[in-house]
Every structure is written in C-alpha cells, then in structure tokens.
C-alpha cells in the first residue's frame, strides 16, 4: 500500500514561493513507471495539476504554470516537492500529491493521493 503525506506551510503571502513536500511510503519514487504529480482544487473549483516528476527524475509542467513551477525530488528521503513562485490570492487552494500509473497504453489514472493540505495565500 502506497502512502503519500503532504507537508509545508498552511499560509503563504502573496508575491512569494509556495513550497510543499510530499512524503511517499510503500513505494521508491524511482521505481518504473510511476509519475509523481502535484494537483491543486481551488474553492469552488475543479482540479488542477501543476506538473509531474517521472520515476526517472524528468518533470513536466502544465502550461499554466511552467512559468512558475518547479518539481523536484530527493530519492534519498523519498520525497519530492513542489516550489510555486510569485502567488496570488487566486493560489489559495487545497494542494494534494498523487502518483500517476499507466494503466495501458496513453491511458493513465491517479492511483494514490495525498489527504491534501490546504494553502491560503493572503497578506
């Protein structure tokens, strides 16, 4: 059983980088073929992804946000995080890990979360 746990600080001021860790059990981050993903559910809203970091340590970004996003990892703790720059209000939002499996094919699913940790984003 894969667990993922989010960590980091619940506010954030505007302007400034949001960075949250997302601490995996029961599974290497580096074993193939998963990806590692970060996702976001602002209030009112549907979900987000940010990007990804693949088992081999590549990442990819949505385009929404490539500008501002960076994911990287640490294999020796089994981590890996996210760093969002220059937030707005409009990033305040519950931000959750997950783990991307190809299930065949292009086709893929989210096969395990975080319970997600919510970020507010205000002066």
């Known amino acids: 059983q894969v667990q993922l746990q989010e960590s980091g600080p619940g506010l954030v001021k505007p302007s400034q980088t949001l960075s949250l860790t997302c601490t995996v059990a029961?599974?290497?981050?580096?074993?193939?073929?998963?990806?590692w993903s970060w996702i976001r559910q602002p209030p009112g809203k549907g979900l987000e992804c940010l990007g990804y970091?693949?088992?081999?340590?590549?990442?990819n970004y949505s385009p929404s946000f490539q500008s501002r996003t960076s994911i990287s990892r640490d294999t020796s703790k089994n981590q890996f995080t996210l760093q969002l720059s220059s937030v707005t209000p409009e990033g305040t939002a519950v931000y959750y890990c997950?783990?991307?499996?190809?299930?065949?094919?292009?086709?893929?699913?989210?096969?395990?979360w975080g319970q997600g940790t919510q970020v507010t984003v205000s002066a």
């Open positions: 970091i693949r088992y081999s340590g590549t990442t």
């Open positions: 997950a783990r991307w499996r190809q299930v065949v094919g292009q086709v893929w699913e989210l096969d395990y």
């Open positions: 029961g599974g290497s981050i580096t074993t193939s073929y998963y990806y």
